[in-house]
C-alpha cells in the first residue's frame, strides 16, 4: 500500500527534528524501569487471579491492594515512556519509585518471617537507577529538553 505524500507535507517533515540517539547508560535505565513496570503488572495479574480463586480474609483489603499495585504499575509505565522521551518530571519520578523499592527491600531483610531473596530482587535494581540517574549521558538526557526560563 502506497502513501501518497504531497510537497508541502514532506517539507513540514523536514523541518521536524530527527530522533536524537540515546546513550547506552538511557536505554539502561529505560529498561531497568520497563523491568519494574512489567514486575508491577505481573504482581496485578498475580493478585487479580488470586482474587478469584481465593478467599481473602478481607475482600476490602484485597481489592484494595490489588487497586494500588495496578495504579503504582501504571505509575511506572507512565515514568518509563516519559524517560525515554526524556522528560524532566520522570526523573524525580524514578528517584520516588526507588526509594519505595528500598524501604520495601529493607523490610524484605527482616521481620517475622525474613525474605532476603525479595529483598536483593528489590533491591539491586532501585541501586542500578539510583547509579544511572546520576551519570553524565542521562542527565544530560533529561536537561537537553529543558527550556531557559526567560
Not at 54 to 59: C, F, I, L, V
Not at 131 to 149: G, M
Request: proline content about 7%; aromatic content about 8%.
Amino acid at each position: 500500500m502506497a502513501v501518497n505524500v504531497t510537497p508541502n507535507q514532506a517539507a513540514d517533515r523536514a523541518d521536524e527534528p530527527s530522533p536524537r540517539p540515546r546513550h547506552a547508560q538511557v536505554v539502561a535505565l529505560v529498561a531497568v524501569l520497563a523491568l519494574e513496570c512489567l514486575a508491577l503488572v505481573g504482581a496485578t495479574v498475580f493478585l487479580v487471579f488470586e482474587l478469584m480463586v481465593a478467599t481473602p480474609a478481607s475482600y476490602a483489603s484485597a481489592i484494595a491492594l490489588t487497586v494500588v499495585v495496578a495504579l503504582a504499575a501504571v505509575w511506572v509505565g507512565a515514568i518509563v515512556v516519559g524517560a525515554w522521551r526524556g522528560a524532566p518530571w520522570t526523573r524525580g519520578a524514578s528517584i520516588v519509585v526507588q526509594v519505595l523499592l528500598v524501604s520495601v527491600a529493607l523490610g524484605s531483610f527482616q521481620g517475622f518471617l525474613p525474605r532476603p531473596d525479595i529483598g536483593w530482587l528489590l533491591l539491586l535494581p532501585a541501586i542500578a537507577v539510583f547509579a544511572l540517574l546520576f551519570t553524565k549521558p542521562v542527565r544530560a538526557h533529561y536537561f537537553a529538553n529543558l527550556e531557559p526560563l526567560a
